[in-house]
């Protein structure tokens, strides 16, 4: 194999490049580092689509809120003049 630094050769087992003293990673510590790479873009990606999601369906909830409000006050009112009648 060779240095992603410089090209020297170096064996497969060695731990720093030869010719430039880079720090070689095994497959299994580059497989680790795409992976936490990879998360972390997935992570980003999913909490932008979350903060957008929000920001859409904030408006929707405010809505959705004034309207049971007033609701429940009509409700309320009608029981406590039911209530007075009795």
Request: glycine content about 10%.
């Amino acid at each position: 194999m060779y240095c992603p630094k410089c090209g020297a050769e170096v064996d497969e087992k060695a731990a720093f490049c030869p010719g430039c003293g880079y720090q070689i990673k095994s497959k299994s510590e580059e497989f680790v580092d795409d992976a936490a790479r990879v998360t972390g873009e997935v992570i980003e990606g999913a909490v932008d689509l979350t903060k957008k999601a929000y920001e859409k369906t904030k408006p929707v909830v405010k809505d959705a809120a004034k309207k049971t409000k007033g609701l429940v006050k009509g409700v309320a009112k009608k029981l406590k003049g039911e209530e007075e009648k009795s």
